[in-house]
């Protein structure tokens, strides 16, 4: 790929997520009453099925750790999430999800895999 290539790619990336993010918000919010990061975060703590550290959703929701806690914080003031102190390290914070988290999410699913079909169904499919 040539410096243009690469230039329009990045510009067409940018385009998709903005794209994808706005029509995210607009659907889960109004059919679900979740964020795309509220949702994120659910579907990362219902797809390793146990409690996860605070640093390990960092790692995996692409938040700063200071963003992730203000969604955890919402997540948690909604009955969504709950929070517990690591036993071995003080400092340590595990997010565990609720069966009404674990309800919410599965009632989102369909909403959230239907936006990023429509969005994506021009795409290329990626192989493994």
């Avoid at 509220?38 to 219902?46: G, N, P």
């Avoid at 099925?49 to 955890?72: F, G, M, N, P, T």
């Avoid at 340590?92 to 079909?117: M, S």
Wanted: negative net charge.
């Amino acid at each position: 790929m040539d410096a243009d290539d690469v230039v329009e790619t990045w510009h067409y990336v940018l385009a998709k997520h903005a794209k994808t993010m706005c029509a995210l918000e607009r659907e889960l919010g109004a059919r679900h009453g979740l964020g795309p990061s509220e949702f994120e975060v659910l579907d990362r703590i219902v797809h390793h099925d146990r409690k996860l550290r605070i640093q390990e959703l960092c790692d995996e929701v692409h938040l700063s750790q200071s963003a992730l806690s203000r969604v955890v914080g919402r997540l948690e003031k909604a009955a969504l999430v709950s929070r517990d102190v690591c036993r071995d390290d003080r400092r340590g914070v595990y997010v565990r999800i609720t069966d009404q988290g674990r309800a919410r999410h599965a009632e989102a699913v369909p909403t959230h895999r239907a936006v990023l079909a429509e969005i994506f169904s021009e795409a290329p499919a990626l192989t493994n």
